[in-house]
């Protein structure tokens, strides 16, 4: 086809194939680079169970029960091998002797999964573990946390599973808020020394001595409302945990 050029002609150029390529070529680019991320996988109910998972067992001795339990919690890995790795919960489950707890405890078992495998945010069951309270009263296990329930510590153990694997980030404990427990311990302990050699003051039988080490706490420390852990201490009249630093007077 002939095409009549009425202007003057100031220059020209031949084009070429490999020209035509390199101006198709970013425009195809973005679509190259979007094609990876559509074959990333969420964790979803259609995701099927691989022949093997990542698992981990954790032990509850509650003074509730005579024996302990042994929650396994099951993990998929999802995009093994690639910068989108993610290990999600898959399964869970309860075991012991104690059969007095059999039914519920299948029954919550078989929910949590279900839940699992539904994807999402899921951390909301631990918070909803842990509300629950036992009628009877609670316990504090080792450590000298309080549980209010054998329920409430299944939560705590998913609760320590998830961190573990990333879902739930714990917040560290500041630079300062370190120091000062640090200081506030060292205080006690100081007290504690300074009174045992002096002698017991008369009519008080209870021991100040700090037990254990690392994270031990005083025998006559009482439970911190912020976490539920029993390291609060009396000093200089005010009440302060020698857990997380909390105090009542600021």
């Not at 042994?70 to 075991?95: A, C, K, M, Q, S």
């Amino acid at each position: 086809m002939a095409i009549k050029i009425n202007k003057k002609i100031k220059g020209y150029s031949v084009q070429k194939p490999e020209d035509k390529a390199k101006e198709a070529a970013p425009a195809a680019a973005p679509v190259a680079r979007a094609e990876p991320d559509s074959n990333i996988i969420q964790m979803h109910e259609k995701v099927e169970r691989p022949d093997v998972l990542v698992g981990s067992t954790y032990k509850i001795k509650s003074p509730l029960v005579e024996h302990a339990m042994y929650v396994t919690i099951n993990d998929i890995v999802l995009n093994p091998g690639t910068e989108h790795e993610l290990r999600r919960p898959f399964e869970v489950f309860i075991n012991s002797k104690n059969m007095d707890h059999f039914q519920w405890i299948v029954a919550l078992t078989r929910i949590m999964s279900a839940v699992f495998r539904k994807g999402g945010d899921v951390t909301f069951l631990v918070d909803e573990m842990k509300a629950v309270f036992d009628p009877r009263g609670g316990y504090f296990k080792a450590g000298g946390v309080y549980m209010p329930s054998i329920v409430a510590e299944i939560g705590s153990v998913v609760e320590e599973h998830l961190k573990s694997i990333g879902m739930i980030v714990d917040p560290e404990l500041g630079e300062e808020q370190k120091r000062l427990i640090a200081e506030k311990r060292a205080a006690y302990e100081a007290r504690a020394k300074g009174k045992s050699k002096a002698g017991p003051e008369p009519g008080s039988n209870e021991s100040v001595a700090v037990t254990g080490e690392g994270t031990s706490f005083p025998p006559s420390a009482t439970m911190c409302s912020k976490c539920n852990t029993k390291a609060t201490v009396i000093m200089d009249g005010c009440a302060t945990c020698l857990n997380c630093g909390y105090s009542k007077c600021g």
